[in-house]
């Protein structure tokens, strides 16, 4: 199928998907926000696919932001629909069930910035800036950076981050834990696709339920996350692979995971 303005393809096993506005810096308007909640949905239900590299068209953004020509126009129940939106495909990338990774070159700011914290392990180019500026035009993050940033970083500096407004660098992302590596922009997407074939060497049950015992764990309380993380453990305990990869460590060779 072809989107407006997304590139999706896969091959061997990777969904690659790339915001394709770049005269725009890849600002998010409603057709990209349209198009990768389909892309998603056909990676999340296409059992060949394993992991979804999430990048931006061109050198100089992953996405600069929200369309801020369509956000201009918005009345305060306008406003709250948008915000639910953005949030809830937002959730879908956080909850894919599959790991995504966001590649990020240049700009990601505001809902860019947001869209990269939603995805499950971010890789930057020395080239990127990352920011949330809502507050220099009169709005907060609107699609969950107030409380993803918070608890990737820290409060105190997601309030700095926030309220100053300033995008900081690759390296000082690195350094506050808001990105996993840095590295050249020519290497940014070879990066994000080891990344991703590391993970798939691995079973993928297991590689979902450890996301969702990281991802939803953190969501509870210390008591409540170790009893997921005990089921979902157990879970793991019934699988195919779970055999397969204790009897492949014990006959010292390497394990042949069905997925199943
Ligand atoms: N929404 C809509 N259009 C955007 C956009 C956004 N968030 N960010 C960039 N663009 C557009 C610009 O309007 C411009 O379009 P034009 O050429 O048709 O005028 C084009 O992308 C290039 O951007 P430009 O501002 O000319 O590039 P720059 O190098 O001077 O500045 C930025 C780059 C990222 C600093 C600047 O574009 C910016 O501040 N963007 C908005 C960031 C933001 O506030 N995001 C959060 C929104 S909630």
């Given at each position: 199928?072809?989107?407006?303005?997304?590139?999706?393809s896969?091959h061997?096993?990777?969904?690659?998907i790339?915001?394709?506005?770049?005269?725009?810096?890849?600002?998010?308007?409603l057709t990209?926000?349209?198009?990768?909640?389909?892309?998603?949905e056909?990676?999340?239900?296409?059992?060949?696919?394993r992991?979804?590299?999430?990048?931006g068209e061109?050198?100089r953004?992953?996405?600069?932001g929200?369309d801020?020509s369509?956000l201009?126009t918005?009345?305060?129940?306008?406003?709250?629909?948008?915000s639910h939106r953005g949030?809830?495909?937002?959730?879908?990338?956080?909850?894919?069930g599959?790991?995504v990774?966001?590649?990020?070159?240049?700009?990601?700011?505001?809902?860019?910035c947001?869209?990269?914290m939603a995805?499950?392990l971010?890789?930057?180019s020395?080239d990127a800036?990352?920011?949330?500026?809502?507050?220099?035009?009169?709005i907060?993050?609107?699609?969950?950076?107030?409380?993803r940033?918070?608890?990737?970083?820290?409060?105190?500096?997601?309030?700095?981050?926030?309220?100053?407004?300033?995008p900081?660098t690759?390296?000082?992302?690195?350094?506050?834990?808001?990105?996993?590596?840095?590295?050249?922009?020519?290497?940014?997407l070879a990066?994000?696709?080891?990344?991703?074939?590391?993970?798939?060497?691995?079973?993928?049950?297991a590689?979902r339920?450890?996301?969702e015992?990281?991802?939803h764990?953190?969501?509870?309380?210390?008591?409540?996350?170790?009893r997921?993380?005990?089921?979902?453990?157990?879970?793991?305990?019934?699988?195919?692979?779970?055999k397969?990869?204790?009897?492949?460590f014990l006959?010292?060779?390497?394990?042949?995971?069905?997925?199943?």
């Open positions: 199928m072809n989107y407006e303005t997304l590139l999706f896969k061997d096993g990777i969904a690659f790339s915001i394709n506005r770049p005269s725009k810096l890849n600002a998010l308007n990209v926000f349209e198009e990768l909640e389909a892309c998603l056909e990676a999340r239900k296409d059992k060949g696919v992991v979804v590299i999430l990048s061109g050198e953004a992953f996405a600069a929200a801020i369509e201009a918005l009345d305060a129940i306008q406003g709250k629909e948008a949030q809830e495909l937002f959730d879908l990338v956080e909850n894919l599959k790991p990774i966001a590649a990020i070159r240049g700009y990601a700011l505001g809902g860019g947001e869209l990269a995805c499950t971010r890789i930057a020395e800036r990352l920011g949330q500026p809502e507050v220099k035009i009169g907060i993050p609107g699609y969950g950076g107030s409380q940033l918070a608890r990737l970083v820290g409060k105190g500096r997601a309030m700095e981050i926030i309220l100053a407004g300033e900081i690759a390296h000082e992302a690195y350094r506050i834990g808001l990105v996993n590596h840095v590295v050249p922009a020519k290497d940014l990066t994000a696709e080891s990344l991703a074939r590391q993970i798939m060497a691995n079973a993928p049950l590689v339920f450890a996301m015992s990281v991802s764990g953190m969501e509870m309380t210390q008591q409540e996350g170790l997921l993380e005990a089921s979902l453990f157990g879970l793991c305990c019934a699988t195919e692979d779970m397969e990869g204790t009897r492949a006959e010292k060779r390497s394990p042949k995971f069905s997925g199943k």
